[in-house]
């Protein structure tokens, strides 16, 4: 059986404010690929584009084309004042979304990238450990 290379992805340049960081490295999940800071996942990139719908639900935008970032609701309001153009993502609403459709998503990305990797608390969660198998 012949295997599928894997997905290459054209949005990795956001990860670069990352690189200074010896803590930080990446993981494929979702189909996406996964930023890790300081032990938390901070940033997960999608590249789906014209994938509107989800489980009979559709929505005007592509919901998996863009930068899906972990965070918890309390923070949600400040971080949209502060960062415009990101909204809660509409599968996962607990993690707020950057579409790769917003006019200013290259500078947004950026900016993003950067209070991450500073130190912003307000991005990230802790990854649940896996239960072992018994």
Not at 71 to 87: R, S
């Amino acid at each position: 059986m012949k295997r599928k290379p894997p997905k290459e992805f054209f949005t990795t340049w956001i990860f670069e404010a990352f690189d200074r960081d010896p803590d930080f490295f990446q993981k494929r999940m979702f189909g996406g690929l996964s930023a890790y800071l300081r032990g938390r996942m901070v940033m997960v990139l999608v590249e789906d584009p014209g994938e509107k719908s989800y489980r009979g639900k559709s929505w005007k935008f592509d919901i998996w084309d863009g930068i899906m970032l972990p965070t918890e609701k309390m923070y949600h309001e400040a971080l949209q004042k502060e960062f415009p153009g990101l909204i809660p993502h509409p599968v996962l609403g607990k993690w707020l979304y950057l579409p790769a459709r917003d006019e200013n998503f290259e500078t947004r990305a950026r900016e993003v990238a950067e209070a991450i990797a500073a130190g912003d608390l307000r991005f990230g969660i802790e990854p649940k450990m896996k239960k072992s198998k018994k």
